[in-house]
C-alpha cells in the first residue's frame, strides 16, 4: 500500500467511518502521509509568510481548514485502529491523562491486531491477503461433503444422485462382481 492510497483510503473511502478494524498499515501510513503533507504545506507557508505577512497570513489560515477537514478521518482511523486491537472507540480518551495517556494511546496504536475475527469485524488483514477468500479454504480432497453451488450462483444446487463435481447425470455403471470359480481354498 502506498502512502497516496493510504491516505485516500481513509480520508476519501473512509471519511467518517467509526465502523470496522484498520489494519496498522493503513493507520501508520496515513499519520506518515498526514504529515509530509502538513511539513510541505508549513515550508510553504514559511516561504509565502517571508515573501508577505498577508500572503503568509491567508495560506495558514487555509492550512488551518486542511487541518479541520482531515481531524474527522484522523479520528475515525484511529477508532478503527483501537478496534482492530479490540479495544473501544472510546479509548481515544485515555490520551487526556497526562503522561501516561498518549504513551498508552501509542502502545495501542503500535499494538498488532487480533487475528481473526473480532466485535468489531474481520481481519483486515486475513481479508486484504484473501485468506478468507474460497480458493484458500482447506479441501476435501475425497468429495465426502455436499458438492457446493458453483460460480457463485443463486440457483440451488441440483442433487444428481451422484457426487460428481462437474454435474454430470449420468450414473456410473455397478461395479461387475466376477464369476464364481471353483476355488479349492473357500
Do not use: C
Amino acid at each position: 500500500m502506498e502512502i497516496k492510497e493510504a491516505f485516500l483510503k481513509v480520508v476519501r473511502d473512509n471519511y467518517a467511518n467509526f465502523e470496522g478494524r484498520a489494519r496498522r498499515k493503513e493507520y501508520w501510513m496515513f499519520v506518515l502521509a498526514v504529515f509530509v503533507l502538513f511539513f510541505a504545506l508549513g515550508i510553504v507557508g514559511g516561504i509565502l509568510s517571508v515573501i508577505s505577512d498577508t500572503l503568509g497570513s491567508l495560506f495558514y489560515g487555509i492550512m488551518g481548514l486542511a487541518y479541520l477537514a482531515i481531524l474527522v478521518p484522523a479520528l475515525a482511523v484511529t477508532v478503527r485502529r483501537l478496534h482492530d486491537t479490540n479495544k473501544s472507540g472510546w479509548f481515544i480518551f485515555v490520551s487526556l491523562i497526562p503522561f501516561v495517556g498518549g504513551i498508552y494511546l501509542f502502545y495501542l496504536e503500535i499494538l498488532e491486531g487480533d487475528k481473526g475475527p473480532n466485535q468489531y469485524g474481520p481481519d483486515p488483514k486475513a481479508v486484504e491477503s484473501g485468506t478468507n477468500h474460497p480458493f484458500n479454504q482447506p479441501q476435501d480432497p475425497f468429495g465426502s461433503s455436499q458438492p457446493n453451488n458453483s460460480f457463485g450462483s443463486s440457483q440451488p444446487a441440483q442433487n444428481t444422485g451422484n457426487n460428481d463435481p462437474f454435474g454430470n447425470s449420468q450414473t456410473p455403471p455397478a461395479p461387475s462382481t466376477p464369476p464364481a470359480d471353483k476355488d479349492p481354498f473357500a
